[in-house]
């Protein structure tokens, strides 16, 4: 039985009906959501194997939680899951079937709320690490006065050494 994404804010829902759905903010995933900044963009995947559902997070930033459990790499979908995705909440549903009775939203776990940007890497090869540098941090110059007396002499061509 096919299975559709049902945003819970509101909006289309969205048909799992490839093998696997790609989901984040890049143009090349199946399914572009741009409505946040917690979004990845390569987020998350949907596959359906065999005559169930997994989704598997792609190394997101926000992760992604079945049930309002974050997944640790991917779980199984059932009917009436609820899966969010960075921020962004859907219910799983077949296709042409009402849910039996509406679920509230999970309630927001006010440690989970940032008010901080995430930060996106770029996709990299596996090898890719952070290295310390030992780079020291060096203070900004003094503004100089401009109204300041400066000393200034006068050089003859003599004093001039060309290369």
Not at 40 to 65: E, F, P, T, W
Not at 75 to 88: F, K, N
Not at 112 to 134: C, Q
Request: net charge negative; with cysteine.
């Amino acid at each position: 039985m096919p299975y559709v994404l049902v945003p819970l804010t509101g909006g289309r829902p969205i048909p799992l009906d490839k093998a696997i759905v790609f989901f984040g903010r890049g143009q090349e995933c199946d399914v572009v959501l741009t409505a946040s900044r917690k979004i990845s963009r390569k987020h998350c995947c949907v596959a359906q194997i065999d005559d169930r559902y997994v989704v598997r997070d792609l190394g997101s930033m926000n992760g992604v939680r079945v049930n309002g459990k974050l997944i640790p790499q991917e779980a199984g979908l059932s009917l009436g899951d609820e899966l969010c995705i960075g921020d962004q909440l859907f219910r799983v549903e077949a296709v042409g079937v009402k849910p039996k009775s509406p679920r509230n939203p999970p309630a927001v776990d006010p440690h989970m709320i940032s008010g901080d940007i995430p930060v996106i890497l770029p996709d990299e090869a596996e090898d890719f690490a952070v290295e310390v540098t030992g780079a020291r941090h060096i203070p900004l110059a003094q503004p100089v006065d401009d109204d300041e007396d400066w000393d200034v002499e006068e050089i003859d061509d003599d004093d001039v050494i060309d290369d």
